[in-house]
């Protein structure tokens, strides 16, 4: 067999292809950036023709720096963003507009509709989610409503809906020429529309959203072969064996196959996974349910989700939207350049907050300014925004969940800032720990693919590949770390209530 499983991680602000060994170490990597499209407030787009596009490059630049080629893959895995959303043509293969992003809040009219009947909660027990813009049930809708002639094209089938996992897949298998246009059950349960115990489309909540059936793909498990690369991809005749949405990716990627196992995702956003095993769990305090995975016919795991949607974003603001520092990796040292927040919190509510607050009406507040406050206090308050977010979900999955979780397993891009880190554990008052491979995003999806094709013989042998490589232990006292809490939970507050008819 082949040496080598390859991963394809369709992420929020890049595409990357990571080639893995048997050991799940990294061979090689390609990865290339993609447009963010802004085109209003509140409006998040990608060109789904430029994705496609630099998924194939990546594949060549990583199997390129390996001196690899589709002969050495034993199998290809799929992760991707979630919820973000595809439309279209079957006929031509040309998406009937741009692909809607999971953070774009210009379908809240629609959440507010559909809501107007029952309320936010009235599908949740079905699918674990509440009606809110960040999932791809109204992002659907908004097409179908707002591209001329989309829908009479959708009603006469000629329109294909996927996730950017359905997109590739679609794309890699042939497109037009036969693509295989499937998802996997941890993408399906991020629609609104798949019933979290059959694991099928729920044809009354579709009609309520007056999205077709036909739009929709097949749903099948997470580790199973799908297809095969077709003649024009670098990997022709590879088979494509598994796909998971990428927070439930990074979540098997670190081992977290059983119930109680959890891992914080830092990236774009941060999502915290906690897998309650083949038991749905509905929360009481704000968090989600969802598909954890589910290999081949064996039982579908579940999970509680905490997505926040402002993490690594907001450095990504400092950078780009107020030009404090030129690259990411530079706040940590902007925040070292003071000692502590000089009383300023930074409640980053671009779109709404989303877990476990899910107030779409708040916007993004700096609070306890004064004329102390430098921009050193602004990195600082930035990453404790991340950690304060964490904290409040952390507080809901212990809730939730009856325990205390013991330790947190991180990843992420994120994950590469000391300070950050520190100032979690701190916070949290539990250790914080980050794997050796912190790209466990792409490992799950690897996982996946070469579970399904015997690559690897079970869950067993993978677990056997975590390894530890760092730890940061709590080092504030009590009084201290509720203080801090209290003021960001105070800080919280006043963000709330902010949209309205005068700001909307
Ligand atoms: N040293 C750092 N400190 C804080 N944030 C960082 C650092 N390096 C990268 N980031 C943030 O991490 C995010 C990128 O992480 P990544 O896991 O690649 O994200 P994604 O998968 O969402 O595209 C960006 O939002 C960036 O601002
Ligand atoms: O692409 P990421 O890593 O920002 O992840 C996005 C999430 O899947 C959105 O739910």
Redo the contacts with the bound molecule.
């Keep these: 067999m082949a040496d080598y499983v390859l991963a394809i991680d369709q992420?929020?602000?890049?595409s990357r292809a990571i080639i893995f060994d048997k050991a799940g170490s990294i061979i090689s990597t390609g990865q290339l950036e993609h447009e963010q499209i802004f085109p209003k407030a509140g409006w998040v787009e990608h060109d789904p023709a430029e994705i496609w596009r630099n998924t194939g490059e990546v594949i060549g630049q990583a199997l390129g720096r390996a001196n690899l080629t589709r002969h050495d893959i034993a199998a290809v895995g799929i992760t991707n963003q979630r919820e973000t959303a595809v439309v279209w043509d079957r006929r031509t293969g040309e998406p009937v507009y741009n692909a809607i992003v999971w953070q774009d809040t210009r379908t809240q009219p629609i959440v507010d509709r559909l809501a107007a009947d029952g309320g936010v909660e009235r599908f949740k027990q079905d699918v674990g989610l509440p009606l809110a813009t960040y999932f791809s049930g109204t992002k659907i809708v908004w097409i179908l409503e707002n591209v001329p002639g989309a829908r009479e094209k959708a009603e006469a089938g000629d329109l294909l809906f996927g996730t950017t996992d359905t997109w590739v897949l679609w794309n890699l298998t042939g497109g037009v020429d036969g693509g295989v246009h499937a998802t996997d059950v941890t993408n399906a349960s991020r629609t609104m529309f798949m019933d979290l115990e059959t694991l099928g489309w729920r044809d009354d909540i579709l009609a309520a959203f007056g999205v077709p059936r036909s739009m929709m793909p097949e749903i099948r498990s997470s580790s199973e072969v799908y297809g095969a690369a077709n003649e024009h991809s670098l990997l022709r005749g590879t088979p494509i064996a598994g796909i998971l949405g990428?927070q439930q990716a990074a979540t098997f990627g670190q081992a977290a196959f059983d119930a109680g196992e959890a891992k914080n995702?830092?990236?774009?956003?941060n999502f915290l996974i906690f897998n309650t095993g083949e038991e749905i769990v509905h929360s009481r305090n704000g968090l989600l349910t969802t598909v954890g995975y589910k290999l081949g016919d064996q039982p579908v795991h579940y999970a509680l989700e905490g997505s926040i949607a402002v993490t690594?974003?907001l450095?990504?603001w400092l950078r780009d939207n107020l030009g404090l520092i030129s690259s990411?990796?530079e706040?940590?040292a902007l925040a070292n350049s003071v000692e502590d927040n000089g009383g300023a919190y930074f409640v980053p509510a671009f779109s709404g907050l989303f877990a476990p607050y899910w107030r779409p009406d708040a916007r993004g507040a700096l609070v306890g300014l004064t004329r102390y406050v430098n921009k050193g206090h602004l990195a600082r308050a930035a990453h404790e925004a991340i950690a304060f977010q964490t904290r409040d979900v952390v507080e809901a999955v212990n809730a939730d969940a009856g325990i205390d979780l013991t330790e947190l397993r991180v990843d992420?891009?994120?994950t590469?800032?000391d300070t950050?880190l520190q100032f979690q554990a701190d916070i949290l008052g539990v250790p914080v720990v980050r794997p050796v491979v912190a790209e466990t995003?792409a490992l799950g999806a690897a996982y996946a693919a070469g579970l399904a094709v015997g690559f690897w013989s079970g869950l067993g042998e993978l677990a056997q590949n975590w390894q530890e490589d760092r730890r940061w232990t709590p080092a504030m006292d009590e009084a201290e770390r509720e203080r801090l809490d209290r003021n960001w939970k105070k800080a919280v507050t006043k963000t709330l209530d902010w949209v309205d008819e005068d700001v909307a």
């Design positions: 992420g929020t602000t890049s990428d995702t830092y990236g774009t956003g690594g974003s450095i990504q990411a990796s706040v940590e992420g891009g994120a590469a800032n950050l995003t």
